[in-house]
């Protein structure tokens, strides 16, 4: 397992198109997290599924955002009627437990709304 | 609710110097975890470190320590001797065991600090 897997790397897309965003945990992790980062700050927590449960949201996840782990394995982020303050980078970061071992991230996938 | 601040933004320094990137947290919770990430150019987030509340004992690995001290809420991260490779946004960040809903653990991130080792 090479650790956490995201695609695509880079998105562009028009406002008001729908963007889809997925992640490959690795294999034997139960916690999934979705975050967003923005430039010159840190990343801010989205969303989490424990397997295929999605437990909870933040209120920074608005009704244009979308998440979902099927089976609890990859999951996707999809946002629909894209807007330019969408623009940043959308992290996802899964874990054992706790996260003992620390919240092991992907590279990200980075999205431009023009 | 909780917080960390990082209030050095960037720092420069010359290779073979230390460096101590300083990091303040706020929490209700009284057990709760600290974690530093290193953020290089690449942008995926390296874990460095995790440290629970109820350990305050000092950490060394290799060139990098770690100094927890509750009493000022304050887990502050030394580099010895920094090399080019250090250079890096390095982001502290904690995770309460109660506080956050559902029990997800969240990591809330400080701002970071840019690091830039001169060589």
Request: charge should be neutral; include cysteine.
């Given at each position: 397992?090479?650790?956490?897997?995201?695609?695509?790397?880079?998105?562009?897309?028009?406002?008001?198109?729908?963007v889809?965003?997925?992640c490959?945990?690795?294999?034997?992790?139960?916690?999934?997290?979705?975050y967003?980062q923005?430039?010159?700050?840190?990343?801010e927590?989205?969303?989490?599924?424990?397997n295929?449960a999605?437990?909870e949201?933040s209120?920074?996840?608005?009704?244009?955002?979308?998440?979902?782990?099927?089976?609890g394995?990859?999951?996707?982020?999809e946002?629909?009627?894209?807007?330019q303050?969408?623009?940043?980078m959308?992290?996802?970061?899964?874990?054992?437990?706790q996260?003992?071992?620390?919240?092991?991230?992907?590279?990200?996938?980075?999205?431009?709304v023009? | 609710?909780?917080?960390?601040?990082?209030?050095?933004?960037?720092?420069?320094v010359?290779?073979?110097?230390?460096?101590?990137?300083d990091?303040?947290?706020e929490?209700?919770?009284?057990?709760?975890?600290l974690?530093?990430?290193?953020?290089?150019p690449?942008?995926?987030?390296?874990?460095?470190?995790?440290?629970n509340?109820?350990?305050?004992?000092?950490?060394?690995s290799?060139?990098?320590s770690?100094?927890?001290?509750?009493?000022t809420?304050s887990?502050?991260?030394?580099?010895?001797a920094?090399q080019?490779?250090?250079?890096?946004?390095?982001f502290?960040a904690?995770?309460e065991?109660?506080?956050?809903?559902?029990?997800?653990?969240?990591?809330?991130?400080?701002?970071?600090?840019?690091l830039?080792?001169?060589?």
């Amino acid at each position: 397992d090479t650790g956490v897997s995201q695609n695509p790397r880079h998105k562009i897309t028009k406002r008001g198109q729908n963007v889809t965003f997925r992640c490959d945990p690795i294999s034997e992790h139960n916690r999934l997290y979705w975050y967003r980062q923005t430039l010159g700050q840190g990343p801010e927590f989205l969303t989490y599924f424990q397997n295929e449960a999605q437990l909870e949201k933040s209120r920074l996840l608005s009704d244009r955002f979308s998440a979902e782990r099927p089976k609890g394995s990859f999951s996707t982020l999809e946002i629909q009627r894209t807007e330019q303050g969408d623009s940043a980078m959308y992290l996802c970061a899964s874990s054992l437990g706790q996260g003992r071992d620390g919240y092991t991230f992907g590279s990200g996938t980075r999205l431009t709304v023009v | 609710a909780q917080k960390v601040t990082q209030a050095q933004t960037e720092i420069s320094v010359v290779e073979k110097e230390d460096v101590t990137l300083d990091c303040v947290y706020e929490t209700r919770d009284t057990t709760y975890y600290l974690f530093w990430y290193k953020q290089p150019p690449s942008g995926e987030l390296v874990f460095l470190i995790r440290r629970n509340s109820f350990d305050e004992q000092n950490e060394i690995s290799g060139r990098y320590s770690w100094n927890f001290q509750k009493s000022t809420s304050s887990f502050n991260f030394t580099i010895t001797a920094s090399q080019v490779v250090d250079s890096a946004v390095y982001f502290c960040a904690l995770s309460e065991a109660q506080g956050s809903g559902a029990g997800s653990y969240q990591l809330t991130f400080g701002k970071g600090t840019k690091l830039s080792v001169i060589p």
